[in-house]
């Protein structure tokens, strides 16, 4: 151990210059003097990390500096009888390299006391020059590429990953925090992968990981994942982590339900933790309140709520807004806000009192409004696309409920009906081409895909038709090579279920069926069967299954069609 400017270090053998050369003292902003003028790659209320340049050997050596911060909040968190956590990270990055793991070049470790309480942890490790996370390169680089490059890429992608997960845990090596951002790669001159596991802090190191611990490993890997792979890349993906596994590959459809399920659990844990936050006030949440008016605002647009605040009713007048509905139920107008000096269109709801009862049942429960600004939060962070919700208020007087409103961003997109007569009942009239007939079969197979999906998350709709779902064909799906991307709308319909049953199931596929077959001359019956079919791919195939799903669906659309 080292110690300089009241700092401990454990230090890499032949690297003690770096911390010799540099003075840790801390400067008036409370940083570390000679990184302050580094770059920062993140800063949060965990850690700062940055980027430098030390001088070593005669050269300058690119390294990158972490500095966790510690807050006292509870008992538990005097972990002064603990290893700190820049010490524990360089030992971690030490014992990985043992084993033969891609992982940082630790050079120091160190931690920073007063009276045996930590108060400063850090880490220092070498640069890993040209690399990048994988998430960076799944959210900016890959909806960017061609249909072609794309599907190479992805399965290079996919077996490089694959390879490099399995090679960690067969060495005994846990990531408990495994997702996109902890993994770091480099792409050759030929485009090959090599990755690195980084942020090994939360990295348990054993002898041997049990099949059980390597499968919740995996789903936690793959909810990352959801949203931006499909059940075939998964499985594909599953199935290259199997090769030479005999107890994996004897049962590999198993195995693959078993993660599968795994990966539900750990998106419904994650939909619960942020639909906490989003009735709470916090870095990505802020309550608002003037007069009898309250809501929640996402942050971002926490400055733009003064008009709502003050004069809601001014978004519906007539004579100066565009209404897109004027129901008994609800009212729906269009709008624009500022934000940080840029102008935004936003789409604002208003939800009206319908029965005389109403009012007295809104005395215990939350209001309309406020009950769809759950289910689109909840959508939003399951990774379905949606209109971002911005913000939810009500106006109560006494407690009893007036109007209650929500706020969410606009989508340049048109309803799926209207879509699909522009672009396919001329040409269905006229006689179907053969690439228009397998656009349309193509755009109906992914909304089946939706609707399941949808379903197996627990998400059920009363009211589901061509109507409330929007499409474009300007921003193309590229995880689903579907020429089209959808959008969910009408929230206030939606109910958030533990599990779909099979009579929701069939509730609201009839109501699809019968919104399709009002669309004369633009979906046919056979092309409604073949969207069934699609639904039910991943639930029970079978003829069976089919006709009789199909029989119901047909009779109860019939019945609620009369």
Do not use: C
């Not at 070498?126 to 799944?138: A, D, K, N, S, W």
């Not at 006030?281 to 929640?296: E, H, L, M, P, S």
């Amino acid at each position: 151990m080292l110690k300089v400017a009241g700092i401990k270090w454990a230090v890499r053998k032949g690297y003690e210059p770096i911390i010799l050369k540099v003075s840790f003292a801390e400067n008036t902003e409370g940083k570390l003097a000679p990184f302050a003028r580094g770059d920062i790659i993140k800063d949060s209320s965990i850690r700062k990390v940055y980027r430098a340049s030390v001088p070593y050997a005669q050269e300058t050596l690119p390294v990158v500096v972490k500095i966790y911060k510690h807050k006292i909040k509870k008992l538990h968190d005097l972990k002064y009888l603990r290893v700190p956590k820049g010490i524990a990270e360089y030992l971690k990055a030490r014992e990985l390299e043992k084993r033969g793991v891609p992982t940082l070049f630790a050079l120091a470790g160190g931690a920073r006391r007063r009276y045996l309480i930590p108060i400063e942890h850090f880490f220092i490790s070498r640069e890993i020059v040209g690399g990048r996370t994988l998430r960076e390169f799944v959210n900016e680089d890959f909806p960017s590429l061609g249909a072609e490059e794309r599907f190479v890429i992805k399965r290079k992608l996919i077996r490089a990953l694959a390879s490099f997960v399995k090679g960690f845990h067969e060495r005994g090596v846990l990531q408990k925090d495994l997702h996109l951002s902890n993994i770091v790669f480099t792409r050759s001159s030929e485009g090959d992968f090599r990755f690195f596991l980084v942020d090994i802090v939360s990295v348990k190191v054993k002898r041997r990981l049990r099949l059980s611990q390597r499968l919740k490993n995996l789903a936690k890997l793959s909810t990352r994942f959801k949203g931006v792979s499909s059940g075939a890349d998964r499985f594909r993906f599953f199935k290259i982590y199997a090769q030479g596994d005999e107890k994996i590959e004897s049962h590999l459809k198993k195995y693959a339900r078993i993660v599968e399920k795994q990966i539900w659990r750990y998106q419904s844990h994650k939909r619960r933790k942020y639909l906490r936050r989003a009735f709470s006030t916090n870095r990505f949440f802020a309550k608002v309140q003037k007069g009898r008016i309250k809501g929640f605002f996402r942050r971002e647009f926490k400055t733009a709520h003064s008009p709502f605040m003050q004069n809601p009713a001014a978004f519906f007048d007539p004579d100066k807004v565009k209404l897109l509905k004027a129901g008994r139920r609800t009212t729906v107008a269009e709008g624009k806000i500022t934000v940080d000096g840029e102008v935004k269109d936003i789409v604002i709801k208003r939800y009206n009192q319908k029965k005389w009862i109403d009012p007295f049942k809104d005395l215990f429960r939350h209001s309309r409004a406020f009950k769809a600004w759950k289910i689109a939060n909840a959508l939003f962070y399951s990774d379905f696309p949606v209109a971002l919700p911005m913000g939810v208020f009500e106006e109560r007087r006494l407690r009893w409920l007036r109007h209650s409103y929500l706020v969410m961003e606009k989508l340049k997109a048109m309803k799926l009906s209207e879509f699909l007569q522009e672009e396919f009942g001329p040409v269905q009239a006229s006689g179907a081409k053969p690439d228009e007939v397998k656009k349309k079969r193509i755009i109906l197979s992914a909304l089946a895909r939706l609707i399941r999906h949808l379903h197996n998350q627990g998400f059920a709709h009363r009211d589901l038709k061509f109507t409330n779902i929007f499409v474009t064909s300007d921003s193309p799906n590229p995880i689903s090579n579907t020429p089209v991307s959808f959008y969910i709308i009408d929230y206030d319909a939606y109910s958030l279920n533990r599990r779909v049953s099979k009579r929701l199931r069939k509730r609201d596929l009839s109501r699809m069926e019968l919104a399709a077959s009002k669309l004369e001359g633009v979906v046919s019956r056979t092309e409604r069967m073949r969207f069934l079919k699609s639904y039910l791919a991943d639930i029970k195939p079978g003829k069976s299954t089919f006709k009789t799903w199909g029989q119901d669906i047909l009779r109860r659309a019939e019945k609620k069609g009369r």
